[in-house]
């Protein structure tokens, strides 16, 4: 339900690298099959997507896979139990509470993943960290959290299973988003109001919540802000830890390293390589820690990571739905 960013990229890796067990039939958005279909198709961020595109009487087929289209703003009136839905992905951002989000339940499906950061879920999903707390005969509602959760909280989890994590803070460098302003315009919030291409403004983030949410043993121990910077994606996190126990600067590359080539395989990746937002375009792994900047002042260290917003948040959506369709309902 809902493509914009997040539902037009998750439908690329749908068709593109299909799953097991997966089909995506049907897609519901306000505006015409025609317009999805070309948005599609040529994207300002993630480039011209290789694929044959066509649409024809509310059917978008994207190479062989044909997808059934529907226009309706209720999802209550929505015909999932007719299409014989079993999950719906929602990222309209418009049904980030439970309460809402069960109009889709009420219409037929038998399972809903929110995509975004969710009140009132059955449970919030973070690949890398909880991802076996998944209970399919309980959890019928379901987050996957947010793209900055996704960032930090894979090597945040290691750190603290590690070494212990007595406090930590995050800035994250945020890519504006669709929800701001091209020019200065009314919003509840003074500093979203004002125009997105030509300030750095400061924002409060789900991170701040999502992430004892996600990692319970870090309620009251932290904390975040986003500032939204004028580029299209890629978030930059600026990760503070105080640390219980310190080790030398070698060990603790070397250990986040292990966890990447194992436990964390696909998830984190440690880069030696001099990058810049742009050259993360296209990565898969959900937090990319730059070496380089990782530095020691007695038992406090700062990390760089980068997170690709739209693609590296998409793989992870993905793979959540390739785990909830590998377990009984």
Same mark, same amino acid.
């Given at each position: 339900?809902?493509f914009?960013?997040?539902g037009?990229?998750?439908?690329?890796?749908?068709t593109?690298f299909?799953a097991?067990?997966?089909?995506?039939a049907?897609?519901?958005?306000?505006?015409?099959t025609?317009?999805?279909?070309?948005?599609?198709?040529?994207?300002?961020?993630?480039?011209?997507?290789?694929?044959?595109?066509?649409s024809?009487?509310d059917?978008?087929?994207?190479?062989h896979?044909?997808?059934?289209?529907f226009?309706?703003?209720?999802?209550?009136?929505?015909?999932?139990q007719a299409?014989?839905i079993?999950?719906?992905?929602e990222?309209?951002?418009h049904?980030?509470?439970?309460?809402?989000?069960a109009?889709h339940l /009420? $219409?037929? +499906?038998?399972?809903?993943?929110? &995509?975004?950061?969710?009140?009132n879920?059955?449970?919030?999903i973070? =690949?890398?960290?909880?991802e076996?707390?998944?209970?399919p005969e309980e959890?019928?509602i379901?987050?996957?959290?947010?793209?900055t959760?996704?960032?930090?909280?894979p090597?945040?989890?290691?750190?603290?299973?590690l070494?212990?994590?007595e406090?930590?803070?995050?800035?994250?460098?945020?890519?504006?988003?669709?929800?701001?302003?091209l020019?200065d315009?009314?919003?509840p919030?003074?500093?979203?109001?004002?125009?997105?291409g030509?300030?750095?403004i400061?924002?409060?983030?789900?991170?701040?919540?999502?992430?004892?949410?996600?990692?319970?043993t870090l309620?009251?121990r932290?904390?975040?802000l986003a500032?939204?910077?004028?580029?299209p994606h890629?978030?930059l996190?600026?990760?503070?830890?105080?640390?219980?126990?310190?080790?030398?600067?070698?060990d603790f590359t /070397? $250990?986040? +390293?292990?966890?990447?080539a194992n &436990?964390?395989?696909?998830?984190?990746?440690i880069s030696?390589?001099? =990058?810049?937002?742009?050259?993360?375009?296209g990565?898969k792994?959900?937090?990319v820690?730059?070496?380089?900047?990782i530095?020691?002042?007695?038992?406090?260290?700062k990390?760089?990571?980068w997170?690709?917003n739209?693609?590296a948040?998409?793989c992870?959506?993905?793979?959540?739905?390739?785990?909830?369709?590998?377990?009984?309902?």
């Open positions: 339900n809902g914009g960013r997040i037009r990229q998750l439908t690329r890796l749908l593109q299909p097991e067990n997966v089909k995506l049907a897609v519901n958005t306000l505006e015409t025609a317009t999805a279909a070309h948005l599609l198709k040529y994207d300002s961020c993630q480039g011209i997507f290789p694929a044959e595109i066509s024809h009487n059917i978008l087929q994207v190479d896979h044909k997808i059934s289209f226009h309706e703003p209720d999802p209550v009136l929505l015909p999932w299409e014989n079993d999950l719906i992905i990222c309209s951002g049904f980030t509470d439970a309460e809402r989000a109009a /009420a $219409a037929g +499906a038998r399972r809903v993943l929110i &995509t975004a950061a969710a009140s879920v059955d449970a919030i973070c =690949l890398g960290v909880n076996n707390s998944y209970r959890h019928k379901i987050s996957s959290s947010s793209c959760t996704n960032c930090i909280a090597a945040l989890n290691a750190i603290n299973r070494w212990g994590v406090q930590a803070l995050a800035t994250f460098i945020h890519s504006s988003t669709s929800a701001q302003h020019l315009h009314f919003d919030d003074p500093r979203r109001a004002r125009a997105a030509l300030n750095l400061p924002c409060p983030t789900s991170a701040s919540h999502q992430i004892p949410a996600v990692i319970p309620h009251g932290f904390d975040a500032i939204r910077v004028p580029t890629i978030h996190a600026d990760l503070t830890i105080c640390l219980r126990h310190t080790p030398d600067r070698a /070397a $250990a986040l +390293a292990e966890e990447a &436990t964390l395989q696909g998830i984190m990746r030696n390589e001099p =990058l810049v937002s742009i050259d993360l375009k990565s792994h959900s937090c820690i730059d070496a380089e900047h530095h020691f002042q007695d038992n406090m260290v990390l760089l990571i997170h690709a739209e693609f948040y998409c992870r959506i993905k793979d959540i739905i390739e785990l909830i369709a590998q377990q009984q309902y």
